[in-house]
């Protein structure tokens, strides 16, 4: 295979474009900017060769970042595999690479309010009905049951259903996070639900209005607005994961998700049928143009069993095998067809937290988020850690 007979291989401009969303959780800005990618190379046989060069050779993130490199380039198109060199920034290098963080951090202060370790999962669809908000809040709860700390973001300003679905009632509060006088600065404070060991928190506009039932007439610039104003005036707080329920389709709100959170990934859902994957498609599609790592592909609605074990494919078969092919990444999860699915979601209780073959799918889904798809960031032994230790340290010495 040639790059002339192969005109889907990636040019190494879309390869840089892609290492965007690859962040340095420590510096909290990407690779390509921090001047960590030096070089990109794609052979003609799909193999596309990306070299990184660290602030330290035993920089504890090394993992982290190879696994956001292979799994960001290895979702392209026409790519067979993904090699990282490695290297080490020079004392000069360094120091720029320090610089242009600092210059970040001052110029974006603060971008959002999301932290640069929370791992953002937005969950997409290309057409409504195909039980997108059922498959977000129980992904976050089944990730929060695990112990994690997930906030859960309902982006779909005009069809808000996550408050309802989880449970959670009443109007969003603020604090005052600067001083106490007419001009401090006021954030709004999500509103939080224990899951075991975890917690998640939840921000809405189903937690703005007085009542659920009412229309938001609104157009592109206040949808873009309003979702802007959910990341840069809500207090989150650390988290592990940022799970957003997405409006369906591919219009102004996700187009101003993927300007505000580059180094966020998407999981595209559909239902078995051939007409939902076709739409589907176009999810897919408007991520990679925008840049955005397709983490995967699930497939809701799957077969209902009957009482007697018979298997019916109510809304056919192969939707999401056929989407996951023709986007070239995994089959995440196949969520049955379940009654209680839909009646945990009316009574804000979701059927993660419970029993049955749809329950036991969502948990291996977020078994394997964590274990393998998007894993959180593990940040214990960063020299920034280490550093407040010291400092810290040195703090209590003193007194």
Not at 14 to 40: C, H, N, Q, T, Y
Not at 249 to 269: S, W
Not at 367 to 385: D, F, K
Request: glycine share 10%; proline share 6%.
């Amino acid at each position: 295979m040639s790059a002339t007979s192969s005109p889907s291989l990636p040019s190494d401009e879309e390869v840089f474009a892609l290492l965007r969303g690859v962040i340095d959780p420590e510096l909290g800005s990407d690779i390509v900017d921090l001047g960590m990618a030096k070089a990109v190379e794609v052979s003609p046989a799909g193999v596309v060769t990306v070299t990184v060069a660290l602030t330290t050779s035993g920089c504890p993130l090394r993992a982290q970042i190879q696994k956001d490199v292979r799994a960001r380039i290895g979702s392209l198109p026409g790519v067979t595999k993904v090699k990282l060199n490695w290297t080490e920034l020079t004392a000069e290098e360094k120091a720029d690479t320090m610089s242009r963080a600092r210059l970040n951090a001052a110029a974006n202060a603060p971008d959002t309010e999301i932290p640069a370790t929370t791992r953002v999962i937005c969950v997409a669809s290309g057409k409504g009905g195909v039980g997108k908000s059922s498959v977000t809040v129980n992904l976050a709860a089944a990730l929060a049951a695990r112990g994690l700390t997930v906030g859960v973001l309902d982006a779909d300003i005009w069809g808000f259903s996550v408050p309802r679905m989880l449970g959670v009632e009443g109007r969003l509060g603020g604090e005052v996070v600067t001083g106490d006088t007419a001009d401090a600065d006021r954030k709004i404070v999500p509103h939080t639900k224990q899951v075991g060991d975890g917690l998640l928190k939840v921000v809405s506009m189903g937690l703005l209005v007085d009542d659920e039932e009412t229309a938001l007439m609104w157009r592109g610039l206040m949808l873009n607005r309003a979702v802007q104003h959910f990341l840069e005036d809500v207090r989150w707080g650390a988290m592990d994961y940022l799970v957003i329920d997405m409006p369906p389709g591919t219009g102004d709100v996700q187009m101003g998700l993927a300007r505000m959170l580059p180094r966020a990934e998407l999981i595209v859902v559909t239902t078995p049928s051939t007409s939902a994957q076709k739409v589907a498609v176009r999810a897919v599609n408007m991520a990679r143009r925008s840049h955005l790592r397709v983490a995967g592909v699930i497939e809701n609605m799957s077969a209902f069993t009957c009482e007697h074990g018979t298997p019916y494919p109510l809304f056919g078969s192969g939707g999401g095998a056929a989407l996951a092919a023709e986007a070239g990444v995994s089959l995440l999860a196949s969520i049955p067809l379940e009654p209680s699915v839909a009646a945990g979601g009316d009574v804000g209780s979701p059927i993660a937290l419970g029993e049955g073959p749809a329950a036991e799918a969502f948990r291996d889904l977020a078994e394997l988020v964590v274990s393998e798809v998007v894993p959180p960031v593990a940040m214990a032994g960063c020299s920034a850690r280490m550093l407040d230790a010291a400092v810290a340290a040195l703090d209590a010495a003193d007194l």
